[in-house]
């Protein structure tokens, strides 16, 4: 079963430790990615999350994460293979389900590294779209208390849709 799924008011401390986790994976990474980018809701000041950071590192070429399997290793990353998802990598922290850090690479620039930073930048200039969609959170996680499958997938609408307006307004 998953752990249970908490929505937690937002956590300045979320930026420091982004911040810091920042720089140990500059140190391991170093010339191999090109972005390192705080994504997702504990990157929206105000926004309620799940207490997890997540991570978009942008490079040039999915492969370079082979040479970078072990590395992360040492500082707590384990490798997620994800078939369903061939346009990134993805690394966890923690245990399964409930890890602390997510690293999700992307190609620089690639339209989903891109909708992850557009979207988190839609949601930091519109505070109005952000609490509408803590509150959908709030709601889906009472909802789907032990289930982060149809958690994940009853937000897919509401980021659509807000991705779609933000679109046209660049």
């Known amino acids: 079963m998953d752990k249970?799924?908490?929505?937690?008011?937002?956590n300045p401390n979320w930026t420091k430790q982004f911040e810091n986790e920042k720089v140990r994976l500059k140190e391991i990474l170093s010339d191999k990615v090109i972005s390192i980018e705080h994504i997702g809701s504990?990157?929206?000041?105000g926004l309620g999350a799940k207490p997890i950071l997540d991570i978009a590192i942008g490079v040039n070429d999915l492969e370079v994460i082979n040479k970078i399997i072990l590395?992360?290793?040492?500082?707590?990353?384990?490798?997620?293979?994800?078939?369903?998802?061939?346009?990134?990598?993805?690394?966890?922290?923690?245990?399964?389900r409930a890890g602390t850090h997510h690293l999700h690479f992307y190609h620089f620039e690639g339209e989903h590294c891109n909708n992850q930073i557009l979207f988190r930048d839609y949601l930091r200039s519109n505070p109005d779209v952000s609490k509408e969609y803590h509150h959908l959170k709030v709601n889906l996680a009472e909802k789907f208390r032990f289930d982060r499958v149809l958690y994940?997938?009853?937000?897919?609408?509401?980021?659509?849709?807000?991705?779609?307006?933000?679109k046209k307004e660049e």
């Open 71 to 96: 590395p992360l290793k040492q500082i707590g990353y384990g490798f997620v293979y994800h078939k369903e998802f061939p346009e990134r990598r993805f690394f966890r922290k923690g245990e399964w």
């Open 4 to 10: 249970e799924i908490t929505i937690e008011e937002y």
């Open 42 to 45: 504990t990157s929206v000041e």
């Open 152 to 166: 994940t997938k009853n937000k897919a609408s509401f980021i659509h849709s807000v991705l779609q307006k933000a």
